[in-house]
């Protein structure tokens, strides 16, 4: 059987080249079982995509995550995804003979990663069109470029920082102080302001955006002022932090619990972000209540404290429409609350009440340092007798074979429980489960599922 073609060659090379990094593994694999030449020229065009995208992630590794947007939306230096092969392909061939060295580890990996960082600078000076094609993104390509050639000429000195980046997150020493001091001094010899720019690489590798405030604070003895940093051109880390708080802030305080219970997650994850970065700030800066950035963090602090406390009270009330109480005449003119357990099991208001248990049972640590977490504790406390109460006296009712719907008042019980999931009452919900299973088997019917609640 003949192989392929020039034509099939190109076009598969087109779209293995646009193929994400899972997806050529599986494809890999597939061809591998695959008979047939075409299918072992297939497998060598995967398996040489796979080494050189294996080298590419060795040599540009310093500024590898700066070719995608942040996981937490805060402004950083990027470059578009699609600049990547084709920098990559345009440093890479003026270097091919050293190519293999890539594949194992040592000093020569390393020089020959910053030679083709260095000649990767160098063609985005002389073949711009090359690399950054003139109609992607128009409005910032000038600029991209330019901040795209210094990065690539720090990327010998940013290879060399980030072994060391785990260790300037935690208690550095002395000297690692120092090293990262002489780090940042040799960066600013390159360029006038490669000491940020080195920061803004070594700020891609982190997931975590504030842990950045860690290193900044150590660069120099007057970091941790904020007159200092304020006027200093490290400020813009501080100033995007308070951005994302804000943004974050926003969103908050436009969540309205609805019929979709994922939608609290977005919530949680901001009120959990909000308070790690507010949390860090007071840590690591010795803020101004007076300034810009401390009046700032003050306003979005009592923001969220007061969002906090509104959905606090939204939980209690929310619960309250849920599983609804109703009186019913006991004997004469004498009355007491008891389960309607004709009330629904589904539907918006249902909802509305999960969503916001479920905010409550997951924000213990943003209430602590917004000052709410006794209040939530105590609504927690409060919330796990009422629920199990509410589900001791429908199960009273069923037993007593009073109840007009069983399996209704059975699916009660079930919310009932997984509402105290949601607040972290977990012995309660298996105590409440076991009683509900014993009443179920003793009626002799069939017990609800608990996904039916």
Sequence with gaps: MSGLSVAHRVALAALIEQASDDMLVKLSSVAVALPGARALELGDML??????RARRGIAMAPLLPMFRPRADGVEAMTFPAVVLPRLWKAASTREPALLPRLDRDGPDAVAVCDRICLAAAAAVRDRPDLVWPADHEPERRAGGLADLAACLDLAHLARRGLPSLEIWLKRPDGDQIAELRLLLKDCA????????????????????????????TQSSCSSGQEGFLSASELSGFVERLIAGVNTRVARIGAFRPGSDLAAVDPVIEDLTWCANVLNELDVTLTLNPLSVWGKSVRDARVSIAGQL?????????????ALPLERVQISGRMTRKSPQLTAPVQGETVQAARNLLKL???????ASIFGAESDRRKLVESLTDRLTDYADQALLVVNDGEAADEVNALRLVELA???LDLIDAKDAARTVRRRAAVAGAGKGGSRPSSRAA
């Design 47 to 52: 398996a040489g995509e796979v080494r050189d």
């Design 189 to 216: 010899g390159v360029h006038l302001d490669g000491a940020q720019r080195v920061l803004e690489m070594l700020f891609s590798h982190l997931d975590d955006a504030v842990l950045i405030l860690r290193i900044i």
């Design 309 to 321: 406390s509104a959905f606090l009270r939204a939980a209690d009330r929310a619960v309250d429409k």
């Design 360 to 366: 409550v049972g997951a924000v213990r640590g943003p």
């Design 417 to 419: 429980a997984r509402c």
